[in-house]
């Protein structure tokens, strides 16, 4: 137990995963409406923009390692932030949400307000179809 403690004490110390780096918001997408774009916020915007909320756990390793790289990711994939793109991944972005791939479910363990209802989910998905196109 002590040798369990005293590891989780030592990644402390590696830096990856506690930058935390919000880059400017570049351009957005001409949202069809505010309730698209807030549904967008509480579900996706975490990952998928330059406006992560980082919640403190997200500053201990290991867990600082995987949210970092994960937000690595979900910005390299889609980024509304640094919107340039027309509206050729939405009908990627419906199937991901449609299928309940996004947002992930760990993610809703995590974050309670990213968890949409039914109601929520079709509110999103006809919102992006109608900002980005059919898809």
């Not at 980082?54 to 995987?66: D, K, N, Y």
């Not at 992930?104 to 995590?110: A, C, D, I, Q």
């Not at 998905?125 to 980005?132: H, R, S, V």
């Amino acid at each position: 137990m002590i040798g369990l403690v005293a590891l989780l004490v030592a990644i402390q110390a590696v830096p990856y995963g506690r930058a935390h780096v919000n880059p400017p918001v570049v351009v957005e997408p001409h949202w069809d409406s505010p309730t698209t774009r807030a549904l967008a916020v509480r579900a996706c915007f975490d990952c998928h923009s330059n406006e992560t909320v980082w919640p403190w756990f997200t500053s201990v390793a290991p867990i600082s390692w995987l949210a970092e790289r994960h937000v690595e990711e979900g910005r390299r994939k889609l980024n509304f932030s640094e919107w340039t793109s027309g509206g050729n991944e939405v009908g990627e972005m419906v199937e991901t949400i449609r299928e309940g791939e996004m947002p992930p479910v760990y993610f809703g363990w995590m974050h309670a307000s990213a968890r949409l209802s039914d109601s929520e989910t079709q509110q999103l998905i006809q919102g992006l179809q109608a900002t980005f196109g059919t898809g």
